[in-house]
């Protein structure tokens, strides 16, 4: 179980797993758990995982998959959102974003472009960048309507497909910044404003939405 798991913690768990499945299928991508967003101070999590497994295996982490999860969520212990990572100081706080910033796209695309800074500054820039899980978990009766919803989907996937920087990008993908995405939920009933189906398997507004949008697309 990767939740939870102090960054020390967590390199060992991933070299056990790495090797147990390259072992059983060498053609496999193996990729990392996914941060649940992209902070300073969740990238200094992933700095203690990456100098901690060099310092104890003597090679650099191989990672065949990058990837994030892009929610825009408080870093505060005792209050909303993703708390603090564990391993980290009771009294350290990161981003304190308010709940109206949760569809905030300039923001998303700030955790993008931090994260493929990372991926450059350490040697990685060619690895494809999976964003694993994202979308809208604030319920309907904060101010996030099915209108307000579909429009985050869709904009979003405009940002995700054009998104292009030569300095950070992949250069095997026309240097986009994202090669995947993964909107959530498609159906969860803790988060139902951002639902692609309800509890019954209806397609609601916002799964309408998606469909549009690809109908339109050419599902590209």
Known sequence: W?????????????RRAYEAIKRGDPTAQVAIGGLSEITPL???YLNRVWNFYRALYGEEMPVDVWNMHAFVLREERDSWGVNIPPGFEVEQRGMTWEVDDHDNLY????????MRRWMVDHGQQDKPLIISEYGILMPEEYGFTPERVSAFLRKS??????LR???????????????RWVWYP????RY????LFDDTGQI??????LVDYLDEHGKE
């Not at 139902?192 to 639902?195: M, Q, V």
């Open 2 to 14: 990767q939740d939870n798991t102090p960054p020390e913690i967590y390199a060992i768990a991933y």
């Open 42 to 44: 969740r990238i200094d």
């Open 107 to 114: 923001l998303v695309e700030q955790q993008i472009r931090l």
């Open 157 to 162: 996937f405009d940002l995700f497909s054009t």
């Open 165 to 179: 920087d030569p300095a950070l990008g992949d250069p095997a993908d026309d240097y986009r910044l994202v090669q």
């Open 186 to 189: 498609a159906r969860d009933s």
């Open 192 to 195: 139902k404003a951002g639902n």
């Open 204 to 209: 609601t507004a916002v799964g309408q939405a």
